[in-house]
């Protein structure tokens, strides 16, 4: 079944929105439970990949459950979705984003509007976001070549993965990294911080766009081609 723009903007919207509220929502549950960060960033990440695969599995047939603009950008660039409706589709998300912080901060009595202090920078932190942004692209294109059905697992999996392998716990997302400047919370990131975090997550997603492209694109066996050709003498 095929759905209208503005059912699948709507899917965007909300997906991006239940994506941020988890990741703002269980890092300030598990601030408030634990003053231990490794046991909190472990609650945080097994919250998010655990939403992504349900997130993915009820809204990926509606509007293909991008919920990022790195990966809109790519499925832009693969002509798979047209220029005005990915502008839409980001605009969506980095709403439905930054909505997902307010409902959070609402459901903890904090208040609502607020900017985070949280220093997130550096070349090692942009190099992690530049590797998490090209798996996760990995991980949707070639999932999709090989095991379509499963790519909300294997986007939930590797995203549990990164958080804990990649020096920056994976935002991989500029729409979720915009949300979460908006919260001084566990989960916040400085807005001073976006545009290196931004620039990281577009280039990472852009170079696995482009492997993934020459990879899985089979090649014509010679014979095909001989044959071919005196076919058309």
């Given amino acids: 079944m095929a759905f209208n723009l503005p059912r699948r903007l709507a899917a965007e919207v909300l997906g991006t929105a239940i994506l941020v509220a988890t990741v703002v929502g269980s890092g300030i549950m598990a ?18 990949g655990a939403i992504l695969v349900v997130l993915i599995t009820i809204l990926g047939p509606i509007s293909g459950a991008h919920f990022n603009p790195a990966v809109t950008m790519v499925f ?3 002509r798979e979705i047209s220029a005005q409706a990915a502008l839409l589709y980001v605009v969506a998300q980095v709403g439905g984003g930054i909505a997902g912080s307010f409902l959070a901060h609402a459901m903890f009595e904090l208040p609502i509007i607020q900017f985070s202090t949280t220093v997130r920078t550096g070349s090692g932190q942009w190099l992690a976001e530049a590797i998490a942004a090209f798996g996760l692209v990995l991980t949707i294109l070639a999932g999709l070549r090989a095991r379509p059905k499963a790519v909300p697992w294997l986007v939930g999996l590797y995203i549990t993965a990164a958080y804990w392998f990649t020096a920056s716990t994976s935002f991989a997302n500029p729409a979720v ?3 979460r400047a908006f919260s001084n919370t566990f989960a916040g990131i400085r807005p001073i911080d976006l545009p290196e975090f ?4 577009l280039l990472g997603a852009l170079l696995a766009a482009v492997l993934v492209g020459w990879m899985l694109t ?3 066996p010679v014979e095909h081609v001989l044959n071919r050709l005196k076919g058309a003498e």
């Fill in 76 to 78: 832009a660039l693969r």
């Fill in 31 to 48: 601030a408030k439970l634990t003053h231990d960060v490794a046991l909190a960033l472990l609650a945080n990440t097994i919250a998010t």
């Fill in 177 to 179: 990294a915009i949300a």
């Fill in 218 to 220: 089979e090649q014509e």
């Fill in 198 to 201: 931004i620039v990281a997550e």
